[in-house]
């Protein structure tokens, strides 16, 4: 655990009755029924938690049922808050402290609380009925199992109606406040502002008064109520941390997408389509999207996925920048469009929000399964560009890199992101407009061939990078077809002529492996040489970040590289593997990666995989360093 | 470069330099000749032309127009023509599909389409058959239809192109036959002039799978008596000798001989405007040898198009809300600054 404590008063002053203590990070999850607005507490807290200036990283959990029955294990849903006073990469291993609204929350989230953690409960909610749906045969509360804890039972459904009691509502209404009373509590132990909460509530609830007032009334309530009824004989402070001067916001992984998409598209003065068909963990890029008419923004609700892939290759034929978004079993759905694209070099953005496969396996969990399906998941060989952001705040990077590569190298690309980075937030440090790259995109609109003594449109005529123009419809002079039939060099016609396919095959996929040109060099994190490399991909990035630092910390000699563009990878890859002992690659799957760099780079890589749903907790990492250096 | 100005624009000007590689007698040239000739006249520049077509026999269009072209995967052409009128509205976009294409791979796309009323006008090929694959029955086959993947005879009810259509809240409907040119380069101009989803079905002969499959529409004998052509606010008359009609019975139609005892007046009148499409459903659910089969526009009604819909919610927001600037995107939540 990251937690040091540093009194600032010590013990021995009488003064006051509650300590503070400063530490230096804390993780707390807040759980509950999918009912109890335990996402919502959670982002109120982080908000509050980045205003403060602490550096943030968060971990929604939901269940894939909408409405799992009341009160079951199905049912629980929780929010994970990792704030410090340092730079961090990950939600954190174990919890400090965690928020259990009710029975079933206990169960499903106790065994990640730290011993002697902090433990608020919900006692109203551990009647009879309530310990029976969640499995108990005794009452925790009072049969000695929580005795390593520090245990602080508050009745928050008594004392929340209490608070509210003035305020004109139904029973119903008043419950649903009850999420306020423990944030509340919470922002008393950790010493966080009311103010950007409040104001939250009062812009969120402008139509509706009544709930408003109840609100506010609990989450003072709450918080009135940890400083009077000394829950705690101490309560603690995590000091801002120092980060980068600038202005900052909290991103979500999904919000920092669809920013990035429309920046890319405002800066290339191109109309951006994004076409779509609803599937978690990817419809809040809809949801987002749809909200941005004022940057002329199209969205289409698609009837399929196929529909969706379609509309958006269309849209880049017109000259749009045609972006698609899904989750594995959508990007299966896509492949064969996914091939007219590269047959008809057109750029469109595919975004696979990965989540646990196969099938419609774990549709709100975590996975990173999908890469080998980008890299060849089509008929053919249909070499595609993948690259994949490895942070919430990253995702905008990575959406402008997806945009810049699909326009300069006439191609799709895949952009691999993940349940993690879609739903994980983290401070931005906001971009100023005009040091954000241009794209620049051309339209030719003259012909490009003399043959015959007439003037031409070839369009497949390429550039020194292999790269086609691309001409849109209703440029005079320029009309041309293109399909997915194989094309005659130049010309495009349809051919079928043996010695042109390989010519035409071998062509599309050098192309691709020229984008290695025009992408950064592998950044290694750690001594260019060494005993051990641990390399990663996607969202991973803060869990081996993290485990690495702490391994170089004990005196182990390992780097940590982390590849964003996985095709073509870094010129530089090679080199960076073949500099080290031996190679570890942790990845949520079974070693695909692991996979590509034997296949491609000979390097005899150890994995480490984790197939669970979750993301990786820094320490499994950190052991397994330790056991191959070890050795 | 050669311009092409609009007023010379001829059916010439609109073929590409691919040689047309359909069976020979195969329908589909009759098809491609009406509609360089009915584009031809209808003034839109070529540039400004666009066919998209899925995978099939008919499908191979495209390639032989020459404007711009895209020759897409089995059944998605709509989807593709969707796209691209969603933000270019000023394009007349043209899909041409299969039977197979676009009411069995395809129907999804199809429907959606149509329903939407995206500004395209999709041409539906219908030669009751898999060309391309050989000649398995397709989704329009007649039942007891013989083929290669059903020698003793489908046993599957064919779907009614036009009947999906209207379900789907088509705006345009037209039938017409390839062998009929003058019908056929009018319903293509029509098509072309309808502002959203105009739907057109060709009965279209396949020489070498299904041959002579709508003779009873053709064959000059017989055809009078087994097809009827809809003109809008004229009495539904049929016949070689002009004496037959429909009129309704109950909620039927009923094929009735103009003689002493029905007159003109009993007859149903087309009504290609009507807001309420059954009359048009019931017209293209007459199918031979029951009923004559109707030929023309069945139902041609104004909706707002799906592009000018989505573009008006931009325009309006833009208009009452300003054009977005990327640095209140970035600060749309809460910031701070660290110093
Ligand atoms: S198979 Fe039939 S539909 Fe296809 S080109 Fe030949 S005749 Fe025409």
């Known amino acids: 655990m990251s937690v040091s404590p540093v009194e600032s008063e010590s013990a021995g002053q009488q003064k006051q009755h509650h300590r503070i203590e400063e530490l230096e990070s804390v993780t707390i999850r807040f759980a509950g029924d999918s009912g109890d607005g335990m996402q919502l507490a959670g982002t109120q807290f982080t908000n509050a938690s980045a205003v403060l200036g602490n550096d943030v990283s968060t971990l929604p959990d939901f269940p894939a049922e909408i409405r799992a029955p009341a009160g079951t294990l199905a049912g629980v849903s929780g929010f994970q808050v990792h704030f410090s006073s340092r730079d961090i990469h990950t939600p954190g291993d174990r919890l400090n402290a965690l928020v259990a609204m009710n029975p079933a929350a206990l169960k499903t989230n106790l065994k990640d609380l730290e011993p002697n953690g902090i433990l608020i409960i919900n006692s109203d909610a551990f009647g009879k009925n309530d310990l029976q749906k969640a499995g108990y045969t005794s009452n925790p509360l009072e049969d000695g199992s929580l005795k390593n804890y520090r245990v602080i039972t508050i009745p928050i459904n008594t004392l929340n109606r209490q608070a509210v009691a003035e305020v004109k509502m139904s029973p119903r209404e008043v419950d649903r406040c009850k999420n306020f009373f423990a944030l509340g509590v919470v922002y008393w132990l950790y010493e966080r502002p009311l103010e950007a909460t409040l104001r939250w509530i009062r812009e969120k609830f402008a139509k509706n008064p009544a709930v408003m007032e109840a609100n506010t009334r609990s989450l003072k309530a709450g918080y009135n109520y940890g400083e009077t009824a000394e829950l705690l004989p101490v309560h603690y402070r995590v000091p801002p941390a120092s980060i980068k001067p600038g202005t900052y916001r909290k991103i979500t992984g999904n919000e920092a997408l669809a920013i990035g998409l429309v920046s890319a598209t405002t800066l290339a003065e191109i109309p951006l389509v994004y076409a779509t068909y609803p599937i978690t963990p990817a419809s809040d890029i809809l949801h987002f999207l749809a909200g941005m008419k004022r940057y002329g923004v199209r969205t289409i609700q698609a009837e399929d996925e196929i529909a969706a892939i379609g509309m958006a290759i269309g849209a880049s034929f017109g000259g749009a920048m045609g972006v698609t978004g899904s989750s594995g079993p959508g ?295 330790a056991e191959i250096l070890a050795k | 470069m050669s311009t092409v100005s609009l007023p010379t624009l001829t059916a010439k000007d609109l073929a590409s330099d691919q040689e047309v590689r359909w069976c020979p007698g195969c329908g589909d040239y009759s098809i491609l000749a009406q509609m360089k000739k009915a584009l031809a006249g209808v003034g839109i520049p070529r540039e ?140 293509l101009k029509r098509a072309s002039e309808h ?141 701070w600054v660290v110093k």
């Not at chain 1, 937030?425 to 790259?437: H, N, T």
């Not at chain 1, 009309?479 to 042109?500: A, F, W």
């Not at chain 2, 001989?257 to 009359?279: K, N, Q, Y």
């Open chain 1, 331 to 625: 990007i299966c759905l896509k492949a064969e469009a996914t091939g007219l694209a590269v047959m008809t070099e057109l750029p469109v953005v595919i975004i696979d929000v990965q989540r646990g496969g196969p099938s419609t396996g774990l549709p709100t969990k975590t996975e990173q399964a999908d890469l080998l399906l980008a890299m060849y998941g089509r008929n053919g060989e249909c070499p595609v560009a993948v690259v994949a952001p490895c942070s919430p705040a990253d995702c905008f990077t990575m959406a402008f890199e997806a945009v810049r590569l699909a326009i300069r190298y006439m191609t799709p690309v895949i952009y691999l992101s993940d349940g993690y980075l879609a739903n994980g937030a983290e401070p931005w440090r906001i971009p100023k407009v005009e040091d954000l790259p241009r794209i620049k995109v051309t339209h030719p609109t003259q012909p490009n061939s003399n043959g015959n003594g007439s003037a031409k449109f070839l369009p497949y005529k390429r550039d020194e990078r292999l790269v086609r123009e691309w001409a849109v419809p209703g440029t005079p002079g320029l009309e041309h077809r293109i399909g997915g039939l194989e094309k005659e060099d130049v010309t495009g016609n349809v051919s079928y002529d043996p010695q042109n396919h390989e010519h035409m095959v071998r062509t599309r996929a050098q192309k691709i492996a020229n984008i290695a040109n025009d992408i950064p060099e592998l950044e290694v994190f750690g001594p260019k040489s060494g005993d051990l490399l641990v390399v990663g991909w996607g969202g991973t990035y803060g869990a081996i970040v993290t485990a690495v630092e702490r391994a170089q910390r004990k005196g182990y000699s390992v780097a940590h590289a982390h590849l964003r563009y996985l095709n073509p990878m870094p010129k530089n890859t090679e080199q960076v593997l073949k500099s080290y002992k031996k190679v570890l690659v942790p990845e949520l799957n079974c070693g695909q990666l692991r996979l590509l760099l034997r296949g491609i780079y000979f390097v005899d890589a150890i994995g480490l995989n984790k197939i669970q749903g979750k993301p990786f907790l820094v320490s499994e990492i950190e052991d397994k360093i």
């Open chain 2, 48 to 187: 400004k032309i666009v066919f998209i077509s899925g995978i099939g026999c008919s499908s191979r269009f495209p390639y032989y127009m020459n404007t711009y072209g895209m020759h897409t995967i089995h059944g998605r052409a709509p989807t593709f023509a969707t796209g691209l009128k969603v933000f270019r509205p000023d394009l007349s976009v043209w899909v041409i599909t299969g039977d197979g294409d676009g009411l069995s791979i395809g129907g999804n796309h199809l429907i959606h389409a149509i329903r939407r009323n995206v500004d395209i006008k999709i041409i539906l090929f219908n030669n009751e058959i898999y060309g391309l694959t050989k000649g398995q029955y397709s989704p329009t086959s007649r039942q007891g239809t013989r083929t290669k993947s059903s020698p003793l005879g489908s046993v599957e009810h064919p779907l009614r192109p036009l009947s999906i259509a209207i379900g789907a809240e088509a705006t345009f409907v037209a039938r017409t036959i390839d062998v009929d040119i003058n019908h056929l380069t009018s319903i």
């Open chain 2, 195 to 335: 502002k959203g989803t105009a739907f057109v079905e060709i009965y279209q002969n396949c020489k070498i799978f299904n041959d002579g499959v709508f003779d009873y529409a053709t064959d000059k004998s017989v055809k009078a008596d087994n097809t009827l052509y809809l003109e809008h606010g004229k009495p539904l008359i049929f016949g070689k000798d002009r004496n037959k009609g429909i009129r309704l019975h109950n909620l039927d139609p009923e094929v009735v001989t103009l003689d002493g005892g029905v007159s003109v007046d009993d007859l149903l009148i087309h009504d290609e405007r009507a807001e309420e499409p059954s009359l048009a459903y019931l017209l293209s659910r007459m199918v031979y040898p029951r009923f004559p089969e109707c030929m023309g526009v069945f139902r041609c009604i104004r909706r707002p198009t799906y592009e000018e819909q989505v573009n008006s919610q931009i325009e309006e927001t833009i208009r009452t809300k300003g054009k977005g600037k990327l640095e209140e995107l970035f600060a749309s939540d809460d910031t």
